[in-house]
Every structure is written in structure tokens, then in C-alpha cells.
């Protein structure tokens, strides 16, 4: 696609740009003063375009420089009708053969615009970025294009054109998918302006030489009011603006699987401290929600831990031999001896202890941390 260009040529300049080796004075040009030389030319602008015509009393064709507006208004067009000089600035090469607008126009209206460059936006998220496109020695490019005649209501005639774009070449593939359709020398700007040669399509190709560069430029050229030689200041692009979004994401994610990775592995060298934070889960959990699959998976991974580390701590001995009665507050007791509900009595009926919390038993539907270890 090419919604931007540059083109501050005079008429010299552009006769020379598109192979005509008369004198340029010679050469029949037609409202010329509409042009205004741009670094930043928009659909809706007046640029110069070199075509063939006959002249009045003449009986050749011959070249002319005419002034026209970018963005194409067929003549079908209904006169009351205001121009929408958007909705054609581009036509696909591949198709102007096809389509109403342009297969008319195909046999006798070719015609020749010659500019210095061109902006092309890079899509990246919301943000876009414009690169100036153009040649390293910086000489003219001369892109394909049709025009049309309109005329209006009140009778005035508007001749306006659209640009032929094609598939990007290989090295412009990652900016954009299509590009403007560049006659690359004075045979192929002879094909297409040559009205007798009917296969032209040997010409609408991609331009693949490495003489076509580029930098990116300030956002300012999105408005078609920013005008002047900033429009084309190479800038320095930030590193943000170097590392696609994407990026930025991909290594959010290779940071969480490092840190899943890392976390992993500490949990394998200190098994302690992950039977006492399953253990931890368990007295929670058994407060909240009825036993189930949830409490056996995690029952599978701390004995799977406890067995592989049965020598390490005292902890596993615990788990490891059940003759051993598990200690709870300072107090030794036995798997059966209290009931989920009786106090703490003295075996000599001596002065009454405390009551010790209650600790259920398996039968409940809840599981503690005591039944979780004589289960196993």
C-alpha cells in the first residue's frame, strides 16, 4: 500500500525521472500551478503525472505532464456526488483487469508518477510506526498509475489517479504485505505507458533490488499538516520501540517457567519445609472443605517425599515408623486414646488437666493432621 509520499520535483526533474529525453520545456503540462512540492503528500493532493495524449490538431500521441488529484473518481461517479478521493488512492495490480473502476482504464489511461519516497507504517499493537522508504542515491522513483476524468455538476472537469501497488518485496515483507508498483528502468516505464503493448504484467512486479532503503521518522508524519524536511529526520527508535510488544511477553513467560523451575528444585532440596507447608494446606484446607481427592493426591506426594527422604529428620522417622506416637502440644498420646469429645483426666483421677482441642478422628468427614499421618 502507498498512502504517503514525497514529492518535491519540479517539472525537469520529473521529465527526466520517467525517460522523456525532450526538452523539458518543450513538454505540454496542464495546470501545474496546483502543485505544491510536499514532503508529505496525502489522497486529495495534487501531484504531477506524466501521461500520453493527443494534443488538439495533432496527429500523434505525445508526451504531457498534467496536473491531477491523488485518489481516483471514476467518471461513472454521479455529478451531485462529492468526491471521496480515499477510497481509491490504491489499486491492486493483480485486479485491474477485473474491476469496473480500473479495466476501462487499463488500455488508454496509463500514466507515470514520479516522487522521491514514500511512509509506510509498521503495525505493532495499537502503535504504528512510519519508515521513509526510498533509493540510496536518491534519485526519483516512478511508480505505475491510472487516471480518470470526472466532471461535475457545474461542468468542471477533475482528473484524478490511483497508484498500482503489488505484493512487498522479500526484504519489505516484515513492514508491510504490499508496496507500490516501481518501474525499475526506462524499458518498463515504456511497457506501461506504451498504449499499443497489451501484456504489460511483466512490469507490475515487486521491486527486488537492494538499492531501495529505508529508516523510520517521527509519528508527526500520520497528520497531513506536518509538512517540511522533518517529515524525512531519521530518528533513533527506543528500545521498547526496537522489541515488538511480543517480545515482551514471550519473556514474561520464559521468566515464570525459569521461576517455576527454580521453585521446583528448592522444593526438592529442602523437603522439610514442603512437608510442613503440605502439612500446613491440610489443617486449612480441613476447615473449609470435606475430604477428597484433593486431600489423597496431596497424601500421595508427602509420602512420596517422606520415603525418599526417610533419614534426613526426625520428621520423616515419624512417618516412617507409626510405634512412634506423635507429640502434640508437649503431650504424648496415642492414636485411640481420647475421644473427639472428652476431656483430659488424670489416670489417678487426680487434679483434672486442661482440656486439650479436640482432635477428630478418621470417621469424621473432615481430615486433620493427625489422622492425615496415622493414615499413613
Known amino acids: 500500500m502507498c498512502g504517503r509520499t514525497r514529492c ?62 491523488w485518489g481516483l473518481v ?53 502503535k504504528k ?16 498509475a491510472l487516471y480518470d476524468a470526472w466532471k461535475n455538476s457545474e461542468g468542471d472537469i477533475l482528473y484524478t489517479l490511483t497508484i498500482l501497488t503489488t505484493s512487498s518485496s522479500s526484504a519489505l515483507q516484515w513492514l508491510h504485505d504490499r508496496m507500490p508498483v516501481i518501474l525499475r528502468n526506462e524499458g518498463s516505464v515504456d511497457v506501461w505507458l ?57 519473556k514474561k513467560t520464559d521468566d515464570k517457567d525459569q521461576m517455576e523451575v527454580k521453585h521446583g528444585k528448592s522444593l526438592k532440596e529442602s523437603p522439610k519445609k514442603e512437608i510442613f507447608d503440605i502439612a500446613a494446606e491440610l489443617s486449612i484446607s480441613s476447615e473449609e472443605s470435606p475430604q477428597g481427592d484433593h486431600f489423597d493426591d496431596l497424601k500421595e506426594h508427602l509420602e512420596f517425599n517422606t520415603h525418599a527422604n526417610a533419614d534426613e529428620s ?16 508437649g503431650t504424648k498420646r496415642g492414636s485411640g486414646a481420647i475421644a473427639p469429645d472428652s476431656g ?11 482440656k486439650a482441642r479436640p482432635v477428630k478422628n478418621t470417621g469424621d468427614k473432615q481430615a486433620s493432621l493427625l489422622s492425615y499421618f496415622e493414615k499413613a
Not at 314 to 329: A, M, Q, R, T
Open 74 to 126: 471514476p467518471s461513472f461517479t454521479k455529478k451531485t456526488e462529492k468526491p471521496d478521493h480515499y477510497k481509491m488512492f490504491n489499486a491492486r495490480s493483480e485486479s485491474i483487469k477485473e474491476k469496473a473502476s480500473f479495466r476501462r482504464l487499463v488500455p488508454t489511461n496509463r500514466c507515470l508518477v514520479a516522487v522521491e519516497g514514500f511512509y509506510e507504517w509498521k503495525k505493532d499493537g495499537s
Open 344 to 354: 483430659l483426666t488424670s489416670e489417678k483421677g487426680s487434679k483434672p488437666k486442661k
Open 129 to 144: 510506526q512510519p519508515y521513509y522508504i526510498h533509493f540510496k542515491d536518491n534519485r526519483p522513483l516512478v511508480f505505475a
Open 194 to 250: 506504451n498504449k499499443a503493448i497489451p501484456e504489460f504484467e511483466t512490469v507490475l512486479r515487486s521491486y527486488e533490488d537492494a538499492d531501495l532503503v529505508w529508516y523510520p521518522v517521527t509519528t508527526a508524519v500520520g497528520k497531513p499538516s506536518f509538512d517540511g524536511s522533518e517529515c524525512i529526520k531519521e530518528i533513533q527508535l527506543s528500545s521498547a520501540d526496537r522489541n515488538p510488544i511480543s517480545k515482551f511477553f514471550a
Open 314 to 329: 526426625d520428621h520423616f522417622s515419624l512417618l516412617k515408623n507409626p510405634s512412634i506416637e506423635p507429640e502434640i502440644c
Open 8 to 69: 518535491t520535483l519540479n517539472t525537469d526533474q520529473i521529465a527526466r525521472a520517467c525517460g522523456l529525453t525532450v526538452n523539458a520545456a518543450s513538454i505540454r503540462t496542464h495546470e501545474i500551478d496546483r502543485y505544491r512540492p510536499s514532503y508529505n503528500v496525502s489522497p486529495g493532493a495534487y501531484l504531477p503525472v506524466v501521461l500520453v495524449e493527443r494534443a488538439t490538431g495533432e496527429a500523434e500521441e505525445s508526451p504531457a505532464i498534467r496536473c491531477m488529484k
